[in-house]
């Protein structure tokens, strides 16, 4: 674990005290502390949906990294990369630095809980993200038996949330996360039109005829 997470790490944890005690807090908002490669400590108050980090450029991966990251740690779990691509899609947009209103960080917007399960002691590199994200998708996946829409539910809302419900929970914000992410991964995931194979040339018909001298001849030249 590198010294700059274990700075961020302790803040973070000096920044929920802070919102707990606060009263000028925002109700349900989150105060998150981060500290640059300086030393120099900044909080974010997540109440502001367009938060971003943007001084962490030591997260910023290229898209075709990132790609190249979403297939090698989906094969790993065995998760359709697609599902993963469609769920970052609505989660961050592909934003690396990308930080929720109830403080979910990262490419697949792990919350603090989620990362400490999973062992991500970085949730902006995009690698880490992935791999708890992955993760927490598989247990997902496997917890309600493949049922898609439970296990897009659960990420969104929890597993405990759907278990209690008996299904989708009734939140809006719930159902319209996973009408959206199954509307893109099922637009990713549909085959594409296959190329139409060109046709021969008709050949012509095969005919039989006799010669002057009683010959039977078979041709299919006209």
């Known amino acids: 674990m590198c010294s700059r997470f274990h700075s961020y790490q302790v803040v973070l ?46 997260s910023f991966r290229p898209r075709e990294e990132i790609d190249r ?25 592909y934003d690396p630095k990308a930080i929720s209103r109830k403080g979910a960080m990262g490419l697949m917007q792990l919350v603090p ?46 597993e405990h949330s759907v278990q209690r419900s008996g299904g989708i929970p009734a939140f809006s914000e719930t159902r319209n996360y996973v009408d959206k992410v199954t509307s893109l991964y099922q637009t990713r995931d549909a085959p594409r039109p296959a190329k139409p194979t060109p046709k021969e040339p008709p050949k012509p018909p095969i005919i039989r005829y006799v010669d002057e001298r009683g010959v039977v001849h078979y041709s299919n030249v006209e």
Not at 30 to 50: C, F, R, W
Not at 73 to 91: K, N, W
């Open 13 to 58: 944890l000096s920044g929920l005290f802070l919102y707990t005690f606060l009263p000028t807090a925002a109700q349900g908002d989150q105060i998150v502390a981060l500290v640059d490669e300086h030393g120099h400590t900044i909080y974010i108050n997540t109440g502001d949906t367009a938060a971003r980090v943007d001084w962490m450029t030591h």
């Open 113 to 158: 809980a989620t990362a400490q399960r999973y062992g991500v002691e970085n949730p902006f590199d995009p690698k880490q993200n992935l791999e708890g994200g992955v993760n927490y998708l598989k247990y997902l996946l496997d917890l309600f038996g493949g049922d898609l829409g439970l296990s897009l539910a659960a990420y969104n809302a929890g």
């Open 69 to 93: 990251l979403v297939e090698q740690t989906a094969s790993r779990f065995r998760v359709d990369p697609e599902l993963v691509h469609a769920i970052i899609r609505v989660e961050s947009d």
